[in-house]
């Protein structure tokens, strides 16, 4: 199997790690392939180094070096190729997403060089406005709809399937994954869900009205929101679109999914536990 290697260029860690890591991998005479951006002065042969989008292409199994964030776009490069990805968390953020640390990479570097690692399938959300039938813009964990600049709320209209289900005012309305319940929905006040559960969370951001709770919704619905006022959309995080008042955005589930490996064995709720401290004891061991 062929190991592809990604990551965060912005942190200095992701290029330090580097070296150890491929003397780890040519010891055990594994092949392997790195983003050309990251390779730098590395002795690499030709074969070892690819632009980022050409590596799922003939990767097995993704390493993802950084955090959440730096997961999220290494979802959105692999993106309909069906290649497992692995965060490894560089830090100093949580990596909720993320299954390892950089120090416990080569403990379980066997492991999964011989596909010894579950698979999770993840549910992708799509976004697009209602003109042009290709999606603008997909998410592995929530597509938002809000203001850019503005520190006042604004009304938002939202249809599911076509009927009207209430005109929100807010200051954005959050669209997400059960993957991305523990997210920006969950500091919203959104549900923690089992990321395996395939739905569909709509959030509301600071709502003006108290009654105007998240609901969860059927993966089968699509959401069509229409802001009240010039808006813009962000998937993941990142801005992907400016929208006019009146303008309609449909939300729905992606074609396909994210593949996401996990090699250690935690369920859910011990994830829980160690990363968002819930419930947790002090003597609960963190991950």
Not at 25 to 35: P, T
Not at 88 to 94: D, R, T, W
Not at 103 to 109: A, F, G, N, P
Request: hydrophobic share 40%; with cysteine.
């Amino acid at each position: 199997m062929i190991l592809g290697l990604m990551g965060n260029l912005g942190k200095p860690k992701f290029r330090s790690v580097l070296p150890p890591l491929i003397a780890e991998l040519r010891k055990r005479k594994a092949s392997f392939v790195l983003d050309e951006a990251a390779a730098g002065k590395l002795d690499l042969a030709p074969e070892e180094k690819l632009p980022v989008e050409k590596i799922p292409d003939v990767a097995g199994l993704v390493l993802s070096f950084g955090g959440d964030g730096t997961l999220l776009r290494t979802a959105y490069t692999v993106g309909k190729r069906r290649i497992p990805i692995l965060g490894v968390n560089l830090g100093p953020g949580l990596g909720y997403l993320t299954e390892l640390g950089v120090s416990q990479l080569t403990e379980y570097l066997d492991r999964l060089l011989a596909g010894d690692f579950r698979v999770e399938e993840r549910m992708m959300l799509s976004a697009g406005n209602g003109a042009d039938p290709e999606p603008a813009c997909y998410a592995l964990n929530d597509i938002m709809v809000g203001h850019s600049l503005r520190s006042k709320t604004m009304p938002i209209e939202v249809m599911i399937d076509g009927r009207p289900v209430t005109t929100y005012r807010c200051d954005g309305l959050i669209v997400a994954t059960s993957t991305g319940s523990t997210a920006y929905s969950m500091s919203a006040g959104g549900p923690i869900v089992e990321p395996k559960l395939d739905l569909i969370i709509v959030t509301p951001i600071c709502p003006h009205t108290l009654t105007m709770r998240p609901v969860v919704i059927s993966a089968q619905r699509t959401v069509e929101i229409r802001p009240g006022e010039d808006a813009y959309v962000a998937a993941d995080g990142e801005t992907q679109k400016r929208l006019r008042s009146g303008d309609l955005i449909r939300i729905r589930r992606a074609p396909f999914t994210t593949l996401i490996a996990s090699v250690m064995g935690h369920d859910f709720y011990q994830v829980l536990r160690a990363k968002l401290q819930w419930g947790a004891t002090q003597s609960e061991p963190t991950i």
